[in-house]
């Protein structure tokens, strides 16, 4: 069977020319009535599968060979009503079918068959076959039209790597093809046009022929000539028109069918006409209206209206089962997902992430973190992260801000990689007021400590607010307590907020507006290397911001030493203006020097290897050294300054490394850092 079908398709060119060759051949030659009976039927059965094959189409071009079937239809239908014709005047009598057609479908009267003929040749020229034709010119100029964006549309895509070169060849036919079809259609609704006109001629020539061969050849008389060829004209007019009405009702389905997710045209029309049930509750409303108003026939009217309402009713039900089922799914398939998701050894990677920076509250402090209650805690944490980069030149992360029903209700805290830095608690009703040291008259409140600094303060309500203030204290709201203990944690922990993947970074935005410093550098340092220099400087709160002088620097000096604490006191050095300007030092500046001995001991101390530079000091020094440091600051503190040390630039770093337990706000600066401009009053000596 298989082998068969293989060579029918192999001479289907050939078995189509024999077809076309035989319709042109019974314009002019005789058919017998039997065969003509078979032709007929079989002109019916070929309108009705194409009826049915444009129905199942999704989309025009799967019917792309309709144009040339169009045109031999219809001169298959004409060559048929040459040949009726031909029998109906040579013999005076009409084929099986056509007899069947004019007594069965008229009624044999030749009236009401000419009435319905007529209708016919109406609906199928003026209604169908003039709106196809009409929609074919219209699709072919738009799709001509719209042919140069497509071909656009496929080249982007192309290019973007989104298709192939076979997809984007198999997508530019098929906009040929869809052209070429609806230019085709457009020319050959004019077959069914003129298919009508010559079904009219005709049937006219037929029944005056008729009539002229029953009088004159067959000796009968005008009323039964008219009455006998009148009726097989109508029956011939009617064989051939219906075949007509379905090609061109076929012709109309194909031009303007737009299925939608291949989907044919029983199911769109069900699926969309049906899809609101409120629409056919209407319809059965208004139609039982109808059935009711007096002088209607409620018979014909009420029982439809009953039938709609209740194919809404079912409609509606099966909507919420198709919901209720469609959720199931849909639920069953989460959790399928989820736990597919949960065996999946990637997941677990996700809880390795640690948040660089992130604040944990307590169910009582939410408010402030709520944009919907006023609170404006992430709004601070957004200017917090601005005023770092301009005052230490520190991009930072993203801060997270989280609750924990964990801790206290009024709790926070401050974590840095996940680990807790700082902790407090607030009373989200109160201000906290602290102290300057001006103030005369105390008012009224609950002791606590400010958690950045620890300094002494009060929790004051809202009503005391205001007197606080007049009285001199400092008055800040939960928020900004919050906010500046956050603060102070960013300066403290800087350097470790700085990876090599942000000093990557930083290093990529200098490279676009001076890429020659970038690239010395890091032929002459590894990232690592400038990672530690800046860390350095972060660490004592010195500012990144000016990269482009120290990336110098570190060019200058990184390829004759690999010292990176030799490498930071050169940076340093570079950044004296920016240093001294950071700190307001300016005019005379009073500052605490070291003993020259001193400095001695603490250089002969420096152990440098090859995992890094160590201080060996006897503790005992360390001691007494820490001792007079504290006295000497205690000193500069009665005199209203902040305690600066002088030191040369070998022993600076490990001097602040000595003291940053005992003293951590203590400045230490070098010579070198020191702006020239500066005039420098020594009012103490360390020693030990």
Request: aromatic residues 4%; proline residues 5%; glycine residues 8%.
């Amino acid at each position: 069977m298989a082998s068969r079908g293989v060579n029918l398709s192999k001479y289907s060119d050939i078995l189509i020319a024999l077809v076309i060759v035989m319709v042109v051949a019974m314009l002019v030659l005789p058919v017998p009535s039997g065969v003509l009976d078979v032709l007929l039927a079989l002109n019916l059965t070929l309108s009705l599968g194409i009826v049915f094959v444009s129905i199942y189409n999704t989309e025009p071009l799967q019917f792309s060979v309709f144009p040339t079937l169009l045109l031999i239809t219809t001169l298959f239908r004409l060559a048929l009503n040459v040949s009726s014709t031909r029998i109906i005047l040579l013999e005076g009598e009409a084929p099986a079918v056509i007899e069947a057609f004019g007594e069965f479908v008229v009624g044999g009267n030749m009236v009401v068959g000419f009435v319905v003929f007529l209708i016919l040749v109406v609906i199928q020229f003026v209604v169908i076959t003039r709106g196809a034709e009409r929609v074919s010119e219209v699709a072919a100029r738009f799709t001509l039209d719209a042919m140069p964006g497509k071909q656009m549309a496929i080249d982007a895509d192309l290019n973007a790597g989104l298709i192939t070169e076979a997809d984007a060849r198999a997508r530019r036919r098929a906009i040929e093809q869809e052209a070429d079809f609806y230019g085709a259609m457009d020319g050959a609704s004019k077959f069914v046009k003129g298919d009508a006109i010559a079904g009219i001629v005709i049937n006219v020539i037929n029944l005056l022929g008729g009539i002229g061969v029953g009088i004159l050849m067959l000796g009968l008389d005008a009323t039964t000539a008219l009455q006998r060829f009148a009726l097989m004209t109508v029956g011939d007019g009617l064989v051939s028109q219906i075949p007509a009405l379905l090609i061109s009702t076929a012709t109309g389905i194909v031009v303007t069918r737009a299925a939608a997710d291949g989907t044919n045209l029983g199911q769109d029309l069900m699926g969309q006409l049906t899809r609101q049930p409120r629409v056919l509750y209407l319809t059965g409303a208004t139609m039982a209206v109808l059935g009711l108003v007096p002088g209607m026939p409620t018979r014909a009217f009420l029982p439809l209206a009953l039938l709609v309402i209740f194919l809404a009713w079912q409609l509606q039900r099966a909507a919420k089962r198709s919901q209720a089922e469609e959720a199931q799914r849909a639920e069953s398939a989460v959790e399928v997902a989820a736990a597919a998701e949960d065996r999946k050894p990637e997941n677990v990677l996700a809880l390795l992430q640690i948040d660089p920076l992130e604040i944990e509250l307590g169910y009582g402090l939410l408010g402030l973190a709520d944009t919907a209650m006023g609170g404006d805690l992430m709004e601070r944490v957004v200017m917090i992260r601005r005023q770092t980069a301009l005052d230490l030149g520190l991009v930072l992360p993203y801060i997270r801000v989280r609750d924990n029903m964990s801790l206290k209700p009024n709790q926070y805290v401050i974590k840095l990689k996940g680990i807790e830095v700082a902790q407090g608690e607030l009373l989200p009703d109160h201000f906290l007021a602290m102290d300057p040291g001006t103030v005369m008259q105390p008012v009224p409140g609950l002791e606590t400590r400010e958690p950045a600094f620890g300094l002494p303060a009060l929790w004051v309500s809202e009503m005391d607010r205001e007197r606080a203030e007049l009285a001199g204290y400092t008055v800040v709201d939960p928020p900004a307590v919050v906010a500046t203990h956050l603060t102070e944690m960013i300066r403290r922990h800087a350097y470790e907020l700085l990876g090599r993947q942000e000093v990557k970074q930083l290093l990529d935005m200098v490279k676009e507006t001076h890429p020659a410093v970038v690239e010395e550098l890091q032929r002459a340092l590894s990232l690592g290397e400038v990672q530690k220099v800046l860390q350095n400087l972060l660490r004592e709160s010195i500012s990144i911001r000016d990269l482009v002088t120290i990336f110098e620097t570190l060019a200058d000096y990184g390829a004759g030493t690999k010292d990176l604490e030799a490498l930071t006191e050169l940076v340093r050095a570079g950044l004296s203006r920016s240093i001294a300007r950071q700190l307001g030092l300016s005019g005379k500046v009073r500052v605490i020097t070291v003993h020259p001995d001193l400095e001695n001991r603490i250089a002969q101390a420096i152990d440098r290897q090859p995992g890094g530079t160590y201080l060996n000091l006897e503790p005992e020094t360390i001691h007494r050294m820490l001792n007079s440091l504290m006295r000497l600051a205690g000193d500069m503190a009665a005199l209203g300054s902040a305690p600066l040390v002088l030191t040369s630039p070998a022993i600076r770093p490990y001097f602040k490394r000595i003291t940053e337990r005992s003293l951590p706000k203590l400045i230490v600066l070098s010579y070198n850092e020191m702006d020239p401009n500066l005039e420098v009053e020594a009012v103490g000596m360390v020693n030990a």
